[in-house]
């Protein structure tokens, strides 16, 4: 791993450099992303993109694709560590910390303690509208429970339709939304990315893009 000192605006900033191996810098290549604060890794078989475990939030940016409005399916997969498992997707992302984002707390899914249960899938805004806002300001307007039959371990499959002022997740197929909110942000982005909270990792797949004409 190499070291490089960044001098910008009299900070100094400390940038680590990971070599990658020239399979692994390939396999990036071709999934066209830029990654945030996370290593990331392709498993050229079975398609599943993972990001590793970091202090702090990670975003892989899917790079050559933009996103307003439509519907945005995929299947992904956290463990069950508390406090250790924050994941799901960012969109109408402007920059690294200009974006809106749905993700999950796997380590909620089947807890006993109904407050926490009511706390496993949120929508937030940043940078205005981040979960401890929300969660001071509008409790149990922008998270909501989980499905216990969901295996806070295991795969499950996610669909979130985005209009130009709501958002809807829908998990497993279902016809019933798990949240159902108005979208807080006026991003004026269109990026989207795979999303991982502080100190967490994780794993998606079948990414499938469709966009509202």
Avoid at 66 to 94: C, N, R
Avoid at 117 to 128: D, G
Avoid at 194 to 213: A, H, P, T
Wanted: glycine share 8%; hydrophobic share 40%.
């Amino acid at each position: 791993m190499k070291t490089q000192i960044l001098k910008i605006a009299g900070a100094s900033l400390i940038c680590f450099l990971l070599v990658l191996p020239r399979s692994l810098q390939a396999q990036m290549s071709n999934a066209k992303l830029r990654v945030v604060n996370r290593v990331v890794s392709l498993d050229k078989k079975s398609k599943v993109v993972r990001l590793n475990e970091v202090d702090s939030v990670g975003i892989a940016w899917i790079l050559d694709e933009q996103f307003t409005e439509g519907e945005i399916e995929f299947d992904v997969k956290g463990i069950d560590k508390y406090q250790g498992s924050f994941l799901g997707l960012a969109f109408h992302g402007a920059d690294d910390r200009t974006y809106e984002a749905v993700y999950f707390r796997p380590f909620n899914f089947r807890t006993a303690d109904t407050l926490r249960k009511s706390h496993a899938v949120q929508y937030m805004s940043n940078p205005k509208y981040d979960w401890p806002v929300l969660r001071e300001r509008f409790p149990g307007i922008y998270e909501k429970a989980m499905p216990s039959d969901i295996d806070p371990n295991g795969w499950f499959h996610v669909k979130l339709v985005i209009l130009a002022e709501s958002v809807s997740v829908y998990i497993n197929r279902s016809e019933i939304p798990v949240l159902e909110t108005k979208l807080l942000g006026q991003t004026q982005g269109k990026m989207i990315g795979y999303w991982v909270g502080n100190g967490s990792g994780g794993e998606w797949k079948n990414l499938n893009i469709k966009k509202r004409e």
